[in-house]
């Protein structure tokens, strides 16, 4: 997804998709790259990580079952 940056506010970057101007996503400024300025793009890209879900899932698995074995002793 291309965004430009629309303007920085203290510390808080407002991006606006090239595709949609309606939309606005703000992201703590150190996110972007050093000496950003209004008007710059940037390509942004989200992708899930399927092995960092598992290890999550499993580890709030563990968690549920240590709480359940607290519970009942």
């Known amino acids: 997804m291309k965004v430009f940056l629309d303007r920085i506010e203290g510390n808080t970057a407002i991006l606006i998709p090239r595709e ?5 996503f703000t992201v703590p400024l150190s996110l972007l790259p050093p000496g ?3 008007g710059d793009m940037f390509s942004i890209r989200i992708e899930r990580d399927g092995v960092a879900t598992e290890a999550a899932k499993q580890r709030v698995s563990g968690l549920i079952e240590k ?3 607290r519970k009942y002793q």
């Open 67 to 69: 709480l359940k074995k």
């Open 20 to 24: 949609d101007e309606s939309l606005r």
């Open 36 to 38: 950003s300025r209004d």
